[in-house]
T-cell receptor
Framework: EAAVTQSPRNKVTVTGGNVTLSCRQTNSHNYMYWYRQDTGHGLRLIHYSYGAGNLQIGDVPDGYKATRTTQEDFFLLLELASPSQTSLYFC????????????FGHGTKLSVL | AQKVTQTQTSISVVEKTTVTMDCVYETRDSSYFLFWYKQTASGEIVFLIRQDSYKKENATVGHYSLNFQKPKSSIGLIITATQIEDSAVYFCAMRGGNYKYVFGAGTRLKVIA
């Protein structure tokens, strides 16, 4: 079973703060994704990547940067956090070849005060 | 742009009965993949079942099956012989040629004894 690990599991910051969420997958998947989950909206795609150095814009990218440093690691950056970014963030990965399913991490709960 | 719509916010059923959850999607892609995921009470997101757009046969896995109606852009999830443990939030999702996975808002299922 594919493993996707997110850290931290919980994070509290203040408005204007700088936050980095980390995601690592250990199955050599090509694609990695960042989603946010909010009541009534389901999972909304922030950014995704198909390999180291690549970044694709998702559906709700405003206020977020992301960087894929290696095949395994994908980071989500909030440089000036706002209360509207309080949410549950999920990272996911997919091999993009055949299996075509997402493997999810356990999520990071972010609170911006 | 891709879009996935789940209009049922919540459903309650009696244990051991059958439930159907609705999902409609929008895409311009000629080939795409459709998925259902389950989010448990712990927050874990688990893959359930997938339908490839070019396949006419409805996918079935265990007590999960799909009702794929391509002309209506509809992919319903059918759970037979429901169990208390099936209580969860169910998400419909699709992936098109751009490797974006787009999710619906989710349907909360409650199975009562």
């Amino acid at each position: 079973e594919a493993a996707v690990t997110q850290s931290p599991r919980n994070k509290v910051t203040v408005t204007g703060g700088n936050v980095t969420l980390s995601c690592r997958q250990t199955n050599s998947h090509n694609y990695m994704y960042w989603y946010r989950q909010d009541t009534g909206h389901g999972l909304r795609l922030i950014h995704y990547s198909y390999g180291a150095g690549n970044l694709q814009i998702g559906d709700v990218p405003d206020g977020y940067k992301a960087t894929r440093t290696t095949q395994e690691d994908f980071f989500l950056l909030l440089e000036l956090a706002s209360p509207s970014q309080t949410s549950l963030y999920f990272c996911a990965s997919s091999d993009g070849q055949g299996a075509e399913r997402l493997f999810f991490g356990h999520g990071t709960k972010l609170s911006v005060l | 742009a891709q879009k996935v719509t789940q209009t049922q916010t919540s459903i309650s059923v009696v244990e051991k009965t059958t439930v159907t959850m609705d999902c409609v999607y929008e895409t311009r892609d000629s080939s795409y993949f459709l998925f259902w995921y389950k989010q448990t009470a712990s927050g874990e997101i688990v893959f359930l079942i997938r339908q490839d757009s070019y396949k006419k046969e409805n996918a079935t896995v265990g007590h999960y099956s799909l009702n794929f109606q391509k002309p209506k852009s509809s992919i319903g999830l059918i759970i037979t012989a429901t169990q208390i443990e099936d209580s969860a939030v169910y998400f419909c999702a699709m992936r098109g040629g751009n490797y974006k996975y787009v999710f619906g808002a989710g349907t909360r299922l409650k199975v009562i004894a």
